[in-house]
């Protein structure tokens, strides 16, 4: 059964709200990493919500180029696209 556009709106819709709560979870763990950069286990925490976050990512846009040229809302964090913030972010792994 093929899903309607609506579905396929509304699994967007709630993929991007869990990437907006990993967003938080991995701002969490960076915090926690800042402060104990010695735990190796806070680094695969954080390394695993980025790969997470990127699946998740992938599977929105692959979701959207399924809805038949309907508008949709696309997410972006331009702080987070940042080249300086993500080599940050990647120090961090």
Same mark, same amino acid.
């Given at each position: ?12 819709? $709630? ?33 695993? $919500? ?25 997410? $972006? ?17």
């Amino acid at each position: 059964m093929k899903p309607t556009q609506s579905q396929i709106a509304l699994r967007i819709y $709630f993929l991007e709200r869990a990437l907006e709560g990993m967003e938080q979870a991995a701002d969490d763990a960076e915090c926690d990493l800042l402060a104990n950069p010695t735990d190796a286990s806070q680094g695969r925490q954080l390394g695993a $919500f980025y790969v997470l976050a990127d699946e998740t990512w992938r599977h929105i846009q692959m979701l959207r180029a399924r809805l038949d040229g309907a508008a949709s809302l696309i997410y $972006f964090d331009s702080r987070l696209a940042d080249p300086d913030a993500r080599a940050a972010r990647q120090a961090l792994i």
